[in-house]
């Protein structure tokens, strides 16, 4: 079978060669250079030109050149020498697909294991990944969610400074390459999803604003600068672009899904906005032929983007669930730092809230945001709307050090935090290597040069100024460098470890705790509904939270975050014992740094 998703602009094989298309309104003039030859573009209708020409074939190398500078194809699918070079034109149908008969994964049993590509494996390439994919299924995850591989400059960097988003950066290997990583996934019953950037562009190898002035707008600002133009003049073009991102991720690759990086720094003031746009384009495509997750991360914690028609998702399927992160990193650490303030004055009732109802922040006042009302209600949803976890790249990685959860905390709080979400019936996510237990760091890292890499070290540096830790201008130059070799190269995971006794153990509890889930908590997810959760916090330390499931059932919490037992008091909390972090005991005795889960018939309070 063979999966080509013809995009309407770049290069695309035709029945006559090669058709080049690119959109620079700003231009003069626009040839094509491939091969050894250089041929002008027609001007076409609303700023395009075109180039239809037997003379190129896949394979071949091309650049535009706009008003006599050479730049590459802003749509190439591949960029064999890194963002300033040529483009290759590559043929999709090249590639024989073998899992015709994928069709996705039900959202209640999926499991994310969020990695980076680069760090991942000792290979650092797409190969590498495929190489690990039979130890993702031992331990019970169900889908792998990879961070952005849209080329970006340099050797390595997290891919959130990507420019060329429809090439998968060629350090990590071919389209091909990715490809069968997809096809390996979906082999072994795996979904697979693709972390994508909408809200801006890397700072290096971005030559849009030269040739489409109007693809940005300075109506709206951005932390990076000028927004991308969604809702002003020319934004049609604009947003035909990402739509098609989308769609050729989903179609010509087969991904499972997309993961939208911060939408809310993408700035549209349009009735129907980009990510609603997105939304609809994609169910409409796919709809009925196979199972596609769309999720968000979205600081502004709107709820309407997460709205269900039944148990289906009318856009988006599910939000990163960033409340329940700081509330459980806060009840496990006691930090107040920096956004851990918001939810260390209530710790329990933050915690209790966001684990019941998805947002802890439903419309009311942020001190770390100086007063500004942050969210939207969000009882009324599901909690498979929202994906839980302890970890990712943002939460380790933005930390001076890039430190681990596990070089943080005890044992038992450590034990508590990850039992929590394990067993909720928010859809989990791992980090790479929180699942041995890793203490090996994962630092932010990137592959600028010159006065770009001074810029980010400084500017790196200033961030930590605000801290305690921090003041003294000493201390901030021990933050490791983002272009050194030596901060990627510690944060590549070292497999070696995980036979560790310590990391041995780790990884039995959490393939434990998964496999409890898939045959406990997964199938009773399936047809639960909004205003499932309540709770009640007992204090700053406790806190029980009950949650209606799917076939009628009841699955409560008893957290205890204190250093003492706690007698709750007493209630109808009963059924039988799920998992203890700390002895045996009940629904009424909570161990100090505990967590239990119980299964139950009957409603509670």
Known sequence: MKRHHVLPFGAELVAEGVRFRLWAPGAASVACAFDGEILRMA???????????????????????????????PASRFQPEDVHGPSEVIDPTAVEWHDTLWRGRPWEEIVLYELHVGTFSESGDFAGVEQRLDHLVRLGVTAVEVMPVADFPGRRNWGYDGVLLFAPDSRYGRPEDLKRLVQACHARGLAIFLDVVYNHFGPDGNYIGSYAPGFFTERHRTPWGAAINFDGAESRAVRDFFVENALYWLEEYHFDGLRLDAVHAIKDDSADDILSEIATTVRRRFGGERTIHLVLENDDNQAGYLARQGDTPLLYTAQWADDIHHALRVAATGTSDGYYAD?????????GRALAEGFAYQGEPSA????????????????TAFI????????????????????????????????????????????????????QPFCFFSDFTGDLATAVREGRRREFAKFAEFQDPAQRERIPDPGADATFEQSILDWRSIDEPEHAMWLERYRTLLA??????????????????????IGDKVVLVAWGLGDGTTLTLVANFSDQPVTVPATRLTGRLLYATAGEGDAQHAPPLSASYFISDTETE
């Open 43 to 73: 001007r076409q209708a609303g700023g395009w030109w075109e180039l239809t020409t037997s003379a190129a074939h896949a394979g071949s190398r091309y650049l535009y050149v706009v008003d006599g500078i050479e730049v590459p194809d």
């Open 343 to 351: 939810y260390a004055d209530r710790p329990a009732e933050r915690l």
């Open 368 to 383: 770390h945001r100086d007063g500004a009302t942050r969210g939207e209600p969000s009882a009324h949803l599901p909690p």
């Open 388 to 439: 839980a976890f302890i970890q990712n790249h943002d939460q380790v990685g933005n930390g001076a050090f890039g430190t681990r959860l596990a070089a943080q905390v005890s044992e038992p709080a450590l034990h508590a935090v990850t039992a929590i979400y394990l067993l909720s019936p928010h859809i989990p996510m791992l980090f790479m290597g929180e699942e041995w237990g890793s203490r």
């Open 516 to 537: 409890l889930r898939r045959a406990e908590i997964v199938p009773r997810l399936k047809g639960i509904a909004g205003n499932a959760g309540s709770y009640r916090a």
